[in-house]
Protein backbone atom coordinates (compact mmCIF):
# COMPACT_ATOMS: atom_id res chain seq x y z
CA UNK A 1 0.00 0.00 0.00
CA UNK A 2 1.00 3.49 -1.01
CA UNK A 3 1.90 5.80 2.04
CA UNK A 4 -0.08 9.04 1.82
CA UNK A 5 1.48 12.61 1.43
CA UNK A 6 -0.22 13.74 4.53
CA UNK A 7 -3.00 12.66 6.37
CA UNK A 8 -6.55 12.25 6.16
CA UNK A 9 -8.52 14.30 9.03
CA UNK A 10 -12.05 15.10 7.07
CA UNK A 11 -14.52 12.89 5.52
CA UNK A 12 -14.56 14.81 2.38
CA UNK A 13 -10.50 14.46 1.98
CA UNK A 14 -11.09 10.88 2.70
CA UNK A 15 -14.08 10.91 -0.42
CA UNK A 16 -11.81 12.52 -2.38
CA UNK A 17 -9.14 10.09 -2.24
CA UNK A 18 -11.32 7.16 -2.18
CA UNK A 19 -13.13 8.80 -5.64
CA UNK A 20 -9.43 9.24 -7.03
CA UNK A 21 -8.63 5.33 -6.87
CA UNK A 22 -12.01 4.38 -8.11
CA UNK A 23 -11.54 6.80 -11.30
CA UNK A 24 -8.39 5.07 -12.09
CA UNK A 25 -9.51 1.28 -11.57
CA UNK A 26 -12.81 2.48 -13.77
CA UNK A 27 -10.35 3.61 -16.57
CA UNK A 28 -8.15 0.59 -16.28
CA UNK A 29 -11.74 -1.42 -16.46
CA UNK A 30 -12.70 0.25 -19.48
CA UNK A 31 -9.26 -0.47 -21.27
CA UNK A 32 -9.58 -3.91 -20.09
CA UNK A 33 -13.20 -4.59 -21.77
CA UNK A 34 -12.40 -1.76 -24.54
CA UNK A 35 -14.49 -2.86 -27.43
CA UNK A 36 -16.53 -5.62 -25.67
CA UNK A 37 -20.54 -5.21 -25.87
CA UNK A 38 -22.09 -3.86 -22.94
CA UNK A 39 -25.08 -6.14 -21.15
CA UNK A 40 -27.90 -3.54 -22.39
CA UNK A 41 -26.46 -3.49 -25.72
CA UNK A 42 -26.18 -7.56 -25.57
CA UNK A 43 -29.85 -7.08 -24.49
CA UNK A 44 -31.04 -4.80 -27.73
CA UNK A 45 -29.02 -6.75 -30.06
CA UNK A 46 -30.81 -10.16 -28.91
CA UNK A 47 -34.21 -8.58 -29.32
CA UNK A 48 -33.53 -7.41 -32.85
CA UNK A 49 -31.78 -10.61 -33.47
CA UNK A 50 -34.96 -12.77 -32.15
CA UNK A 51 -37.47 -10.25 -34.18
CA UNK A 52 -35.45 -10.97 -37.16
CA UNK A 53 -35.19 -14.90 -36.86
CA UNK A 54 -38.71 -14.73 -35.73
CA UNK A 55 -39.49 -13.13 -39.40
CA UNK A 56 -37.28 -15.08 -41.46
CA UNK A 57 -38.92 -18.37 -39.89
CA UNK A 58 -42.37 -16.69 -41.01
CA UNK A 59 -40.90 -15.93 -44.42
CA UNK A 60 -40.12 -19.70 -44.26
CA UNK A 61 -42.70 -21.14 -43.43
CA UNK A 62 -44.99 -18.96 -46.10
CA UNK A 63 -42.44 -20.02 -48.66
CA UNK A 64 -43.12 -23.63 -47.67
CA UNK A 65 -47.02 -23.28 -48.42
CA UNK A 66 -46.37 -21.47 -51.41
CA UNK A 67 -44.24 -24.38 -52.74
CA UNK A 68 -46.76 -26.87 -51.33
CA UNK A 69 -49.34 -25.40 -53.67
CA UNK A 70 -47.34 -25.44 -56.05
CA UNK A 71 -46.03 -28.63 -56.37
CA UNK A 72 -49.88 -29.59 -55.94
CA UNK A 73 -50.60 -27.88 -59.33
CA UNK A 74 -48.17 -29.22 -60.49
CA UNK A 75 -49.26 -32.83 -59.93
CA UNK A 76 -52.68 -31.66 -61.57
CA UNK A 77 -50.90 -30.74 -64.73
CA UNK A 78 -49.16 -33.81 -65.05
CA UNK A 79 -52.31 -35.87 -64.47
CA UNK A 80 -54.12 -33.62 -67.20
CA UNK A 81 -51.65 -34.42 -69.50
CA UNK A 82 -51.56 -38.21 -68.78
CA UNK A 83 -55.32 -37.84 -68.96
CA UNK A 84 -55.21 -35.65 -72.28
CA UNK A 85 -52.39 -38.38 -74.08
CA UNK A 86 -54.49 -41.52 -73.20
CA UNK A 87 -57.69 -39.84 -74.68
CA UNK A 88 -55.67 -39.02 -77.56
CA UNK A 89 -54.47 -42.56 -78.04
CA UNK A 90 -57.86 -43.83 -77.06
CA UNK A 91 -58.94 -41.85 -80.27
CA UNK A 92 -56.68 -42.82 -82.44
CA UNK A 93 -57.38 -46.28 -81.91
CA UNK A 94 -61.04 -46.18 -82.50
CA UNK A 95 -61.96 -46.45 -78.74
CA UNK A 96 -64.63 -44.02 -77.68
CA UNK A 97 -63.02 -41.68 -75.49
CA UNK A 98 -65.19 -42.90 -72.27
CA UNK A 99 -62.61 -45.70 -72.57
CA UNK A 100 -59.59 -43.73 -72.12
CA UNK A 101 -59.31 -43.48 -68.43
CA UNK A 102 -59.42 -47.36 -68.90
CA UNK A 103 -56.05 -47.62 -70.64
CA UNK A 104 -53.09 -49.14 -68.42
CA UNK A 105 -49.43 -48.98 -68.21
CA UNK A 106 -46.90 -46.52 -67.47
CA UNK A 107 -45.82 -44.20 -70.82
CA UNK A 108 -47.70 -43.51 -74.04
CA UNK A 109 -46.36 -46.38 -75.55
CA UNK A 110 -48.17 -48.73 -73.08
CA UNK A 111 -51.08 -47.30 -73.05
CA UNK A 112 -50.74 -47.29 -77.17
CA UNK A 113 -50.51 -51.68 -77.05
CA UNK A 114 -53.46 -51.35 -74.24
CA UNK A 115 -55.57 -49.17 -76.57
CA UNK A 116 -54.90 -51.20 -79.74
CA UNK A 117 -55.54 -54.40 -77.83
CA UNK A 118 -58.67 -53.32 -76.46
CA UNK A 119 -59.42 -51.90 -79.65
CA UNK A 120 -59.63 -55.57 -81.34
CA UNK A 121 -62.01 -56.52 -78.75
CA UNK A 122 -64.49 -54.12 -79.88
CA UNK A 123 -63.72 -53.87 -83.36
CA UNK A 124 -67.36 -54.82 -85.50
CA UNK A 125 -67.20 -58.56 -86.38
CA UNK A 126 -67.43 -59.52 -90.10
CA UNK A 127 -70.21 -61.70 -90.13
CA UNK A 128 -71.16 -63.40 -93.47
CA UNK A 129 -73.77 -61.72 -95.49
CA UNK A 130 -77.34 -63.38 -94.80
CA UNK A 131 -78.55 -64.86 -97.96
CA UNK A 132 -80.95 -63.13 -99.99
CA UNK A 133 -84.95 -64.34 -98.86
CA UNK A 134 -85.46 -64.63 -102.35
CA UNK A 135 -82.92 -66.40 -103.62
CA UNK A 136 -82.26 -66.49 -107.75
CA UNK A 137 -80.61 -69.57 -108.73
CA UNK A 138 -78.23 -69.34 -111.20
CA UNK A 139 -78.81 -70.20 -115.13
CA UNK A 140 -82.36 -68.86 -115.24
CA UNK A 141 -84.25 -72.24 -113.53
CA UNK A 142 -87.03 -71.74 -112.06
CA UNK A 143 -87.34 -72.51 -108.41
CA UNK A 144 -90.73 -74.11 -106.37
CA UNK A 145 -91.08 -70.87 -105.02
CA UNK A 146 -91.68 -68.55 -108.13
CA UNK A 147 -93.88 -71.44 -109.32
CA UNK A 148 -96.06 -70.60 -106.78
CA UNK A 149 -95.78 -67.21 -106.83
CA UNK A 150 -96.92 -67.10 -110.60
CA UNK A 151 -99.70 -69.37 -109.68
CA UNK A 152 -100.61 -66.61 -106.98
CA UNK A 153 -100.35 -64.37 -109.33
CA UNK A 154 -102.73 -65.94 -111.77
CA UNK A 155 -105.21 -66.56 -108.86
CA UNK A 156 -105.51 -63.07 -107.97
CA UNK A 157 -105.73 -61.30 -111.20
CA UNK A 158 -102.33 -60.60 -111.36
CA UNK A 159 -102.01 -57.67 -108.50
Avoid: C
Wanted: charged letters at 40%; aromatic letters at 4%.
Amino acid sequence: MATLEKAITTQEELDAVIGERLKRERETSAKKYEGWTSPEDLKKITEEHGKAIKKLQDAAAEAEKTLAEKDKQIAEGAKYKTDLEKTRIALAAGLPEKYATRLVGNNADEWKADAEAMAKDFAPQKVAPMGSPDPKPSGGQRTERDAFRSMLKGIDGGK
